[in-house]
Structure formats: C-alpha cells, structure tokens
C-alpha cells in the first residue's frame, strides 16, 4: 500500500523561504512529484526527483531522500501568487499511477 | 495548444440519473486516469488506461466506469449517482516513461442531489 503525509496547511510571510514537508512509505518507488494547485483549478506540474539530491527550478526546489522515504520542495523569494496547495505524489515501479499525499495548504502574508 | 479538456465544468443532478463526463487531450498521450478530490482525502484515482482498450481500477473504482476506445477519449460514467459521489474531478494524461509529470483538465465539480 502507499501512504504519504504532508503537513494539512502552513502559513508564510511575502519574501520569505518555506520548506514543505512529504514522507511516504510505499510498496515500491519510482520517483516522486511535486505539483502546485490554485483553488478550484487543475494542478500544474512542478517538479520531479527519482534519484537523491537536489533539484533546482528557479526559485522552487525539490529534495529526495530515498532511505529515509522523505521529501521537500523548497519555496524562496515567496510572492503572494504562491499561495495555493501543494501536492506530494509517488509513482510506483510500474506504470504511471501516482499516489497523491492530501496536500498543504500554503498562505503567503504580505 | 497542447490541452486537456473537461466536460462540463459544473453539474448538479439528480441520485441515480445516469451521467457522462466526457475527458479529451490533444497531446497523443498513451495514459489517461481518472481523480477525484475531496477535502482532507487529497486526489484518489478512480481508473486508469495504459492505451486504447486497456483500462484498470484505481483505488476508489466502486460505482464509476470509464471506456477508451479513442487515444484522445477517455469518458467517466455514473451509471447511477449518488449523493457521496458529490465532488471534484480531474482527468489527467501523460505519456509512458520515467519522469513524465501528467497534464490535467480543468476539473468538473459534481453535485449529486
């Protein structure tokens, strides 16, 4: 089975870094994947581990620790536009499947 | 524009009136899967299909059923909905292969009276 965690919602000042949180442990592992979503729209696609390490996309990052079943995305300059969730996903061995984590709730103060 | 395409984006019905909400992406993706998203459950996958003809359960398939017989279609039905199917769903599609992140529709929010 797959179960993820994510903290339910965190709460960030304009101009700042947040580190969000994901552990997971599944039957399995073929990578993981962070998606932003606004409220009430599509989620939009982020970033992509499968290997340890760092992976850096502007001012977004992502980091993987296979051993430890455990992942962040790192957000750095914060503007408001980046309140909304943020969706922790692992894909199995095989096929394209992707389990989602419930999400976290991102509020960016001025 | 490479797409996918939800429809409707709203629908209020009634319990047990059969319904179709039509899911289509331009992009010649091989895998499309259903979602649905609920407050505090995150997004579960309803089906999936790997191709044309070739669709499996997700992990909430009970009371839905989907068919594949295009590459770009890849329809979800309620045969009789109820009211626990209220909610909101997403179709996704990708492409086989490592690191492929999937495309999602708009979402079509489901109000079943």
């Known amino acids: 089975g797959q179960n993820i965690d994510q903290p339910t919602e965190m709460t960030a000042t304009e101009g700042a870094i947040v580190q969000i949180n994901c552990t997971y442990q599944t039957s399995g592992f073929n990578g993981l994947f962070w998606y932003q979503q606004h409220a009430g729209e599509a989620p939009t696609f982020l970033s992509y581990n499968v290997l340890d390490g760092l992976e850096e996309k502007g001012r977004f990052s992502s980091f993987l620790s296979r051993s430890k079943g455990y992942s962040y995305l790192l957000l750095k300059e914060l503007q408001m536009k980046d309140s909304a969730s943020y969706l922790c996903a692992v894909r199995p061995p095989v096929g394209n499947m992707l389990t989602f984590g419930g999400g976290t709730r991102l509020m960016v103060k001025p | 524009e490479a797409q996918v395409t939800q429809n409707p984006r709203y629908l209020i019905t009634v319990t047990g009136k059969k319904l179709t909400v039509t899911c289509s992406q331009n992009?010649?993706?091989?895998?499309m899967s259903w979602y649905r998203q609920d407050p505090g459950l995150g997004l579960r996958q309803i089906y999936y299909s790997m191709n044309v003809e070739v669709t499996d359960k997700g992990d909430v398939p009970e009371g839905y059923k989907v068919s594949r017989k295009e590459k770009r279609n890849f329809p979800l039905i309620l045969e009789s909905p109820s009211p626990n199917q209220t909610s909101l769903y997403f179709c996704?599609?990708?492409?086989?292969?490592?690191?492929?992140?999937?495309?999602f529709g708009q979402g079509t929010r489901l109000t079943v009276v």
């Open positions: 996704a599609s990708s492409l086989t292969g490592q690191g492929i992140e999937a495309f």
């Open positions: 992009m010649n993706h091989e895998y």
